[in-house]
């Protein structure tokens, strides 16, 4: 199993900036990326930013421009700094991990419990 840890949520402004933690624990030798999900008011679950075990990274288009991930040398924590934060951007964000179970199956998907992140004028 993956277990993950947000933090770093909160409260901000329009125009604001924000920097998410995930910490994995477990089972990550096999881990291939890791990436933050969001589901905001009205909305379905979305991925916001992703970041392969390579370094290949991946951005929405809402995401693209104001948000960078990154993460560790030890590919055991994953970021995301957020800037020039919008109202839009409210919601409750997810850690996600990815891992390849076998050649067969499709990635197995792990979750961190959510933190929420509130955009106000």
């Known amino acids: 199993q993956v277990h993950l840890v947000e933090s770093g949520g909160g409260m901000v402004q329009v125009g604001g900036s924000l920097r998410l933690s995930c910490v994995a624990s477990?089972?990550?030798?096999?881990?291939?990326?890791m990436a933050w999900y969001r589901q905001t008011p009205g909305n379905q679950r979305e991925m916001v930013a992703r970041?392969?075990?390579?370094?290949?990274?991946r951005y929405s288009d809402s995401a693209k421009g104001r948000f960078t991930v990154s993460d560790n040398d030890a590919k055991n924590m994953v970021f995301l700094q957020m800037d020039n934060l919008k109202i839009a951007d409210t919601g409750v964000y997810y850690c996600?991990?990815?891992?390849?179970?076998?050649?067969?199956?499709?990635?197995?998907?792990?979750w961190g419990q959510g933190i929420q992140v509130t955009v106000s004028s």
């Open positions: 477990g089972s990550i030798e096999a881990v291939n990326a």
């Open positions: 970041i392969s075990r390579g370094g290949t990274k």
């Open positions: 996600n991990a990815e891992r390849l179970e076998s050649h067969i199956l499709p990635p197995r998907h792990f």
